[in-house]
């Protein structure tokens, strides 16, 4: 309730500082121009709403992104709190197990595609010299599909939020208190699933299948525009490595998520029209783990391959030569697309499957290890031997590559059958995939916002209060995941509302980490926000002096004619 | 190229250098069980392999960064096919290391019984039920069943049967390396032999709902005669109620 009403203060105080006029002190003087940004008419939202225009369609993913992330990473902290004390004192092992269900759904499923779909929207088809991308109102439909699969997925308390409201005006409507956030896990396993009686349990598949739709329709889309609607100047040759990294994801969610919508609607009609696909006697719980993890070993990469292109596509910019090795980092982005789809039953290991089974996915486990090293090696060599400048974009790039190195090399541990038995369903499979997940991935959202931050807003961030960012986010990821390492290793299994008191230190200081998490990034929402309302304008699109390099890439050039047409 | 020239010998070493942590013995101090030993040996000797290689790639970003930190003279970048094949083979090697130990310690988890002290041809056969949100442990043989309590005799063979009658729940006792789900209408199978008499902690490692962080169990692993002992006395007190439990 506090947080309710805290929010609501939150906002409005936002609202309205958003539509007073800048003052001068909050950017430390440093600032010659700077124009106000008042708040936008009602034309100007319907111009939003309404728009097929790719660039704009970008912003609103963006947007969209930011705000799901920030409600995953709302979850995330009331999980870390939560965990503070052994035993379950701070909410109900009921809430907890609600928030760890919510913040996986939301933050895979809701945030981080999303987010790549908005910079791909924006950049691909700059980047590629289209005019726009090849389907603009299947854009835009593909867009407009996510909020209300949002509402679905996180119904479960919106419904309380509005009871409350209604509650307070003497008004009780119990059938919205009957809808309560899952306690499922998002893995959705049955029985448990099928079981469960929450009604919110099939409005969110709903909101996944839906959100499904939504993801495909944004992959095709990517798809057509890349291979169909590059200028003839741009050659398959000259695609630049984050284009390779949508399409190949593109491509896996083309194969992955049909089969995920299918497995939702077997899980629907099991649930309330007496199918027995996963029933025990028939199908049995093990054949929703295949298909499920079918769609959820590739769904890793369709998370992680615009991450890792992203920052191959950003470290060169700030080493002052090209990336090292292009075609093999093409290669392995190909490779790990294809591997992706050989690796599910390693999320088995334990299930008692036939160990030769078993042992074959093993095996591809193993191998997709290859090409992911292959990229940390090229990105070594890409520093090796550069000018290497410490701009944010770059820290973070840097900083990403050194903690996705722990990250895959945890993951070459759980691939190993033995090590996994010891180890899996832990705190040790909470911290690898943290350690690519917001070690890589988020990562590369961040040098990528500060990277392209003068194209998107016209304005320059916050330098000092990106580098404060950049410390405590570092220094957090390491903190939180290494210390789940630790606690996964001594045995404590993940999903845990209580745990055993001889954890309680380990578990405060990965409590520690988060926090500085989270802290980071509040200081990057105010650095987004602030620096928009009255950063310094950009004169020059030459922001990061690519041209002496010769990597004013044609993003860049598009933007130096959109300031020249701004001049006249 | 004087630097090309090298390349052969790193991966020469990498070679030598994962196929002597492939065979070194490891002590197992501290271990409690067959299982413990296999996959906690197993787990050092791959950290053998990554902690240093960890540091490796941390130093190597480290010592770019500051080395060339505004250096003025960028070199661009070239074609170096020797450089990339190196480091492929390198990984490709220390993956087979990885792979081959794997599968030879999966071999044995399967098949090894550890020493037995009764020379006895069948192991001790425990019949493992997981349920919303506790265990309870069948002794088919002795016609035993206890609730959250598990007592195993040390040194000898010891075969899980793993079930459940409602949602997934899983095995897990960490400190004797022993993890199984448990799946209703299916039996699992897991073996071990505990050479070391204690108190362990049983985890359920598969969430099962609201109750799944209470659902823990204790495993008490006593001398044999001792565990006689207990079965004795556990049946005594069973066959007192009328309510008993069927085994079989």
């Known amino acids: ?568 | 190229m004087n630097q090309s020239r090298l390349l052969p010998l790193v991966v020469l070493l990498v070679g030598l250098i994962v196929i002597t942590v492939a065979v070194v013995p490891l002590p197992t101090p501290g271990y409690d069980s067959v299982s413990e030993v296999l996959l906690r040996t197993l787990h050092r000797r791959l950290l053998l392999v990554a902690v240093p290689l960890t540091l490796l790639v941390e130093g190597a970003i480290l010592y770019a960064m500051i080395t060339f930190h505004a250096n003025n003279d960028p070199k661009p970048t070239e074609e170096r096919p020797s450089f990339e094949i190196t480091w492929t083979v390198v990984v490709v090697l220390i993956l087979l290391f990885v792979g081959t130990s794997s599968y030879l310690v999966l071999g044995n988890l399967t098949v090894s019984a550890g020493p037995d002290m009764t020379n006895s041809s069948r192991p001790v056969d425990v019949h493992v039920t997981g349920q919303n949100w506790f265990w309870e442990f069948t002794y088919p043989d002795e016609e035993v069943t206890t609730t959250n309590t598990l007592v195993l005799p040390a040194n000898r063979t010891i075969l899980f049967r793993i079930t459940s009658t409602d949602v997934i729940h899983s095995v897990h006792i960490p400190a004797l390396g022993v993890k199984q789900d448990a799946f209703p209408g299916r039996t699992t199978t897991f073996k071990t032999n505990v050479t070391k008499a204690g108190t362990y902690r049983l985890y359920c490692a598969e969430f099962c709902g609201v109750g799944h962080s209470t659902m823990l169990a204790t495993v008490r692993v006593v001398a044999p005669p001792e565990y006689q002992q207990w079965l004795q006395q556990h049946k005594r007190t069973q066959s007192d109620r009328p309510q008993a439990t069927d085994a079989t």
């Open chain 1, 1 to 568: 309730m506090v947080l309710v009403v805290g929010i609501a203060a939150g906002t409005a105080w936002l609202l309205r500082s958003i539509g007073r006029s800048p003052s001068p002190w909050t950017d430390g003087g440093t600032v010659t121009v700077s124009d106000e940004v008042g708040l936008p008419g009602v034309v100007d939202l319907l111009e939003w709403v309404l728009t097929i225009d790719h660039r704009r369609i970008g912003i609103l993913y963006l947007i969209f992104g930011t705000f799901t992330g920030l409600w995953g990473a709302t979850d995330a902290m009331m999980i870390r709190t939560e965990l503070l004390n052994p035993e379950a004192v701070v909410w109900t092992s009921g809430t907890y197990n609600a928030l760890f269900t919510t913040h996986g759904l939301t933050m895979l499923l809701l945030f981080v595609t999303p987010v790549f779909t908005g910079i791909g929207n924006y950049f691909i088809p700059i980047m590629l010299g289209a005019d726009d991308m090849a389907f603009p109102r299947l854009n835009a439909i593909g867009f407009w599909l996510l909020p209300p699969a949002l509402v679905l997925v996180r119904a479960g308390l919106i419904t309380e939020v509005i009871g409350r409201l209604f509650l307070a005006l003497d008004l009780d409507l119990g059938f919205l208190f009957a809808i309560q956030p899952p306690e499922l896990g998002w893995t959705l396993y049955p029985p448990l699933s099928v079981v469960s009686t929450n009604p919110e349990t099939d409005i969110l598949l709903v909101g996944l299948h839906l959100s499904g739709i939504a993801t495909t329709i944004a992959a095709i889309n990517f798809i057509t525009t890349i291979i169909l609607e590059r200028s003839d100047s741009v050659s398959w040759a000259d695609i630049d490595i984050f284009s390779w990294g949508m399409l190949t994801m593109s491509g896996i969610i083309l194969f992955a998520f049909p089969l995920l919508g299918s497995a939702f609607v077997m899980l629907l009609l099991d649930r309330n029209f007496g199918t027995t696909f996963f029933a025990v006697k028939s199908g049995g719980p093990l054949l929703w783990q295949h298909l499920f993890w079918f769609f959820g070993h590739p769904e890793v990469y369709i998370i992680v391959l615009p991450g890792l292109t992203l920052v191959s596509l950003i470290l060169p910019k700030f080493a002052a030569r090209e990336v090292f090795g292009f075609r093999s980092m093409v290669y392995t982005t190909l490779a790990i697309g294809v591997l992706s789809f050989g690796v599910w039953a390693h999320h088995m290991f334990t299930t008692g499957i036939d160990p030769r089974l078993r042992m074959s996915f093993m095996v591809v486990s193993l191998a997709i290890a290859v090409p992911s090293s292959i990229k940390m090696f090229n990105w070594i060599a890409t520093l090796w031997n550069g000018r290497i400048r410490f701009a944010a974009p770059m820290l973070f790039c840097i900083g990403g590559i050194s903690t996705f190195a722990v990250g895959g090399i945890t993951g070459v541990f759980l691939a190993s059958i033995p090590v996994d038995l010891l180890v899996h369903d832990t705190w040790y499979v909470v911290g690898h995939f943290h350690f690519i997940i917001m070690g890589l991935i988020v990562f590369a959202m961040f040098a990528g916002s500060y990277y392209w931050y003068p194209i998107l807003t016209r304005k320059m961030y916050d330098r000092r209060l990106a580098l404060v960012h950049l410390v405590l986010t570092f220094a957090g990821v390491w903190i939180a995941f290494f210390t789940m390492l630790i606690v996964g290793y001594l045995g404590l299994p993940r999903r845990y509302a209580t745990y055993p008191a001889e954890f309680t230190l380990l578990q405060q200081i990965a409590t520690g980490g988060a926090y500085l998490l989270g802290l980071g990034v509040l200081i990057w929402l105010w650095n987004m926000v602030q620096s928009y309302r009255m950063g310094p304008r950009i004169e020059n699109a030459d922001v990061w002096d690519l041209k002496d390099i010769g990597q004013f890439t044609r993003e860049w050039q598009w933007f130096e004619t959109q300031l020249e047409r701004e001049d006249e």
